[in-house]
């Protein structure tokens, strides 16, 4: 069984910044990429930032020179600090983790059940 936690979110001023973090666990053997996502009411569910086990990272354009995705491989956290938030920012984050759980031979995509960032005034 393997789980993801997100933590943080909440309401913040244009202009502002949160920081996010997420936490996989259970009976994992690896974790390859870790990422996280947002959907906005009325709209589909859309990539903010991913980061590799070896530190390689990719982000929304629309997110870059504000966002910063890190992770601590020794914990299996990923955390995602946010700056700059816009209103726009508004949207439910979701934590994702490509993991290799023990026992099993393939990977799978685990999902955390998301966390509100209210970005307003």
């Known amino acids: 069984q393997v789980h993801v936690v997100e933590s943080g979110g909440g309401l913040v001023q244009p202009g502002g910044s949160l920081g996010l973090s997420c936490a996989a666990s259970g009976r994992i053997l690896s974790i390859n990429a870790m990422g996280w996502y947002r959907q906005a009411p009325g709209k589909e569910r859309e990539l903010v930032a991913t980061i590799t086990s070896g530190g390689s990272t990719n982000y929304a354009d629309s997110v870059k020179g504000r966002f910063t995705i890190s992770r601590d491989n020794a914990k299996n956290t990923v955390y995602l600090q946010m700056n700059s938030l816009e209103p726009d920012d508004t949207a439910v984050y979701f934590c994702?983790?490509?993991?290799?759980?023990?026992?099993?031979?393939?990977?799978?995509?685990?999902w955390g059940q998301g966390t509100q960032v209210t970005v307003s005034s």
């Open positions: 994702n983790a490509e993991v290799h759980p023990i026992s099993s031979v393939r990977w799978y995509d685990y």
